[in-house]
T-cell receptor, first 113, second 110 residues
Framework: NAGVTQTPKFQVLKTGQSMTLQCAQD?????MYWYRQDPGMGLRLIYY???????DKGEVPNGYNVSRLNKREFSLRLESAAPSQTSVYFC????????????FGQGTRLTVV | RKEVEQDPGPFNVPEGATVAFNCTYS??????FFWYRQDCRKEPKLLMS???SGNEDGRFTAQLNRASQYISLLIRDSKLSDSATYLC???????????FGAGTRLAVHP
């Protein structure tokens, strides 16, 4: 019953450090997404992968890179973290883009100091 | 125009009240629609899916108006446990993005 698993759950970075957020799903879904959510605000799409081997920019891609490693895994990388990237990051997956429901991981709470 | 717009709220209602939220969308090709519930600092979870004119599940009813491009969520007999943020997301009808509305916050009080 794992669904979507994100690691780590919490992280504190110093400005300029890099890190990779990991996401894996065990539902054989084609599509995967990364969102960020700032306090009191909605989800904003960073990057998505409609299927294995493809990735595309979302609403707020600057400062991030992604890799769809295989059908199960979709990672998000911050090359040089900035305080503006302090946020909660959610990974999600769905069977097909915009058709079936999306399932979310529990989120990664990232603080950049 | 934003792709998805929602009533910002917060909606403060007493227990037992009926409350409705609206969500407007700009992509006329959207065929499916979803309402998610998000509790504070938790991941969103699916509340309802709408693939035709509407859907009903217990106290929750979603209505779709394609001509005016909005979808509504009606909650009857509100419970304290309904307090949450409700997020609307239209299916993208061919576009490969899943864009959420900013959410409507509901607070149900005794």
């Amino acid at each position: 019953n794992a669904g979507v698993t994100q690691t780590p759950k919490f992280q504190v970075l110093k400005t300029g450090q890099s890190m990779t957020l990991q996401c894996a799903q065990d539902m054989n879904h084609n599509s995967m997404y990364w969102y960020r959510q700032d306090p009191g605000m909605g989800l904003r799409l960073i990057y998505y992968s409609a299927s294995e081997g493809t990735t595309d920019k979302g609403e707020v891609p600057n400062g991030y890179n992604v890799s769809r490693l295989n059908k199960r895994e979709f990672s998000l990388r911050l090359e040089s973290a900035a305080p503006s990237q302090t946020s909660v990051y959610f990974c999600a997956s769905s069977g097909a883009v915009g058709v079936t429901e999306a399932f979310f991981g529990q989120g990664t709470r990232l603080t950049v100091v | 125009r934003k792709e998805v717009e929602q009533d910002p709220g917060p909606f403060n209602v007493p227990e037992g009240a009926t409350v409705a939220f609206n969500c407007t969308y700009s992509n006329s090709a959207s065929q499916s629609f979803f309402w998610y519930r998000q509790d504070c600092r938790k991941e969103p979870k699916l509340l309802m899916s709408v693939y035709s004119s509407g859907n009903e599940d217990g106290r929750f009813t979603a209505q779709l108006n394609r001509a005016s491009q909005y979808i509504s969520l009606l909650i009857r007999d509100s419970k304290l446990s309904d307090s949450a943020t409700y997020l609307c997301v239209p299916g993208t009808g061919g576009y490969n993005k899943l864009i959420f509305g900013a959410g409507t916050r509901l607070a149900v009080h005794p």
